[in-house]
């Protein structure tokens, strides 16, 4: 598959057409979607529509950063009229009456969503075997799990059915699975990404990001969905950024910190990786300190506390009054209680609970406001490692990508598989996750490089230096 | 070391959050939740008495706009959606008892 930038090029140029990229798009689709469940739903007419009106649209003379480059859409940002499930039986059959800003944004911008891709249920999970519609499987070993919880949108990038795709992070959902699956990944800042019309898990963490196989991509997505947006009261007030006028900016006199926190722990072969990723930043002309932060260790600990509980305000709008599944009962509650208990899953179930419990009389100041504290920690000890550093490097995962079905019995195995993304979503930072190195079976590692809020462009710039030094680009 | 919540506080979770459970996912909820507020020990035993709380990474302000008219989503559209509608409205099943 073509990369975003090149396919925007030719369709601007008139070498090639929207009509013609979304053709080929829609024939890998058909061909792989069965073996990997990427797509849970394929919006072929709309699709179509679309490409038409940006022909129409590079007729009449416009160039449009996107124009023509197909992008796969995770199931839990809203679309008009196209199915978005989050992958759970509780909203199975509803078609929403609005279009996320995200989506919006790369309309105009001459994209053409295909289609829906699958999570883990309500993007609660690593693997997304917690999706109610089947997991979906790695292109790069069909044993082996996507990673989560927007496994499905970085299967379809690295099958080579999209050359794009959009993902959610709340606690590494985007970076992970880029890391397993071997792509570009990125956590905005909290804020510079709109979320209206991205259905919520935890509010106060989620962010919206993209997919790519390359730096470039990446970069050109975030800069057309990134910016102020009024129909979210938690986005940043300035505009986008200018990220891909900086892709090659390089790392000439950055300070990078190597934090033993976020490798520690680490298979052998990922630390190895991380290494060699600070050796090739030094080599670009980087200065190289060593530190350790003790704080990030609690970001565990407090992020499963804070994200199931505002996880169990927000599914409480799930009662089978206003929008998908009801269970019939004989008065309200007992209507209230069939909906939920038929509707989610179990890890949604199980998340539900705890964040119930944690905010539940009596335990509120042991768990969520101690939780919540930690949080305020985590924040301090990132400003000040950023005063010594402008980025910090680690690993994105412990591990290259796992077999299904090796942490789907033990909740806790499969929440330390995202140890060393979590603290970036607590402190409302920005991280990407850069293919570097291959481990055990020749899969992917990612490494991930952090920075405070808005150092998107400085981060991309090191990720590009990283891509060069693998031998990607 | 004893599960740090019992079977009935579990039961009572549940029935706040508005979802039945057998006795076997009551047996494995209680487990699983006890495991992972264990592994909340190394944050609930600081002292951090001194600390103040974020609720959200650059705290929240009230957003204001000018008090006029804007479209909003179309009434039928989204009652298209729901499980049960009629005259303009969601319906749900009887909330009050008979009258007496």
Known sequence: MKHAVDIAAAVNAKESSASAELQSSLSVIEEKNGAINAFLYVDTDGAKKFAAEVDARIANGEKLPLAGVPVAIKDNLCQTGVPTTCSSKILADWRPPYTATVVERLLAAGAIPVGKTNLDEFAMGSSTETSAFGPTKNPLDLSRVPGGSSGGSAAAVAADMTPISLGSDTGGSIRQPAALCGLVGIKPTYGLVSRYGLIAFASSLDQVGPFAKTVADAALVLEVIAGHDPMDSTSLPEPAPSLVAHVNDGVKGKRVALVKELYEGADEEVIASVKAAVAALESAGATIVEFSIPELRLGLSAYYLIAPAEASSNLARYDGVRFGLREQGSDVTEMYEATRTAGFGAEVKRRIMLGTYALSAGYFDAYYGQALK???????????????????????????????????????????????????????????????????NDLPIGVQILGPGRSEATLLAAARVLEIADGRA | MSSPLSREEVAKVAKLARLRITDAELEQFTEQLGQILEHANDMTSLNLADVEPTGHPFGLINVMREDVVRPSLNRDAVLAEAPDAEEGRFGVPRIMGEAP
């Open chain 1, 374 to 440: 930690v949080r305020t920690q985590m924040i301090k000890a990132f400003a000040k490692a950023y005063e010594q550093a402008d980025m910090l490097i680690g690993a994105t995962t412990p591990t290259v990508a796992f077999e299904f079905g090796s942490k789907t019995s033990n909740p806790m195995a499969m929440y330390l598989s995202d140890v060393f993304t979590i603290p970036t979503n607590l402190a409302g930072d920005a991280a990407v996750s850069v293919p570097f190195g291959t481990g055990e």
